[in-house]
């Protein structure tokens, strides 16, 4: 080695963890319990060993189907399995939970009496992609329980909107393991250090740019859509006359590029990074959209907002939806902001 390296710094060499940063936000919290930094470190554990099990998956018979179907009609994975038995375990286990729901089962578990949080998660997302190798993902949000003290924990804590959600996240198991996190003071991401099992801060306060250039869309629905998404999936693609967008900033003339996985959280993690949008339309087939209101629409909803993004159902903010069913689905259009007001200006009929 060379001797005219400087000395290294352990600050500089050893980044904020996931679990520092978590305290930091509890220290600058008025009457913080430590009970909401416990359910947070919690969660962090599910998923370092669903991380484990996802890497290893093809080696550990884990891939596949169990031949159920859960409460959606979709074939159950194994590792949907799996992640979904290790997030209830650790949840039940860290006595702060009220009410646990998850995709994978019918209905809300209602735990412990005195626990003060909701926490609702879709254990993995994307999951038509895990024999093929292709990011996929864990997504939750966390929500206070109504008067803990005084009510018994019912499905009317899960019920809420997402504007009340405390905290909420994914993880993208990818090339590397991507947790991004807010407990509604910026959006935060978090690399997997797989040698030592630990989340360090590698992009924080994260912003979506104000407009992008992608567009993100499962675009073989087409003909199941209705005329005013048609027209704009046609106007993505089209090219348009340079002018002035509303900030100033660089106008676009070309088609919008299309990227799409197949997993939400892969798509929306490169939307949310890169600006763009992301849309799950209501079609023919699936009137209400696909995409789930309570542990997919909202956590993400959340997210990007707390980024600087938007997301609507079309018209209306995800955040102020009130819930009315447990796995309720819901159209999901989330992204850069200016992407995300011309789409609403399409259904709205402003544009054509
Ligand atoms: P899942 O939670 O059962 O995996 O389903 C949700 C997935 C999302 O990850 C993705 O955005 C969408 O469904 C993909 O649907 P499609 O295959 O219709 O494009
Ligand atoms: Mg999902």
Known sequence: ???????????????????????????????????????????????????????AAGLADLLGYTGETNVQGESVQKLDTFSNEVLMNVLERSGHC??????????????????????????????SNIDTNVGIGTIFAVLRRNEPKLSR???ADALR???EIVAAGYVLY?????????????????????????????????QVPT?????????????????????????????????PTPDGSTPFNTPYGARYVGSLVAD?????VKGGIFAYPA????????????YEANPMAFLFEQAGGAAINGTERILDMMPTELHQRVPLILGSKDDVAVYRQFVTGERT
């Open 174 to 206: 990818g090339p590397s393991t991507i947790f991004v996190m807010s407990t509604g003071q910026g959006c935060h991401g978090f690399t997997l250090d797989p040698s030592i099992g630990e989340f360090f801060l590698s992009q924080p306060d994260i």
């Open 1 to 55: 080695m060379p001797d005219s390296l400087p000395p290294l710094r352990a600050a500089a060499v050893v980044g904020t963890t996931l679990r520092e940063h978590v305290l930091h936000g509890m220290h600058a919290a008025k009457g913080a319990t430590g009970e909401f930094t416990s359910l947070l470190n919690h969660i962090s554990l599910a998923i370092r060993i669903i991380n484990s099990r996802v890497r």
């Open 153 to 155: 924990p019912s499905l």
């Open 211 to 243: 407009r992008g250039n992608c567009y993100s869309v499962n675009e073989g629905n087409f003909s199941r859509w209705a005329p005013e998404i048609q027209n704009w999936a046609r106007w993505v693609k089209a090219v348009r006359p340079v002018g």
């Open 161 to 163: 909107p997402g504007r």
């Open 98 to 127: 009220g009410v646990i729901a998850s995709e994978e089962l019918d209905e809300a578990q209602l735990a412990d009496h005195h626990g003060k949080y909701v926490v609702l998660f879709d254990p993995l997302d994307g999951s």
């Open 283 to 294: 079609d023919s087939k699936s009137k209400n959209g696909k995409l789930r209101l309570l």
């Open 268 to 272: 929306a993690h490169r939307t949310l």
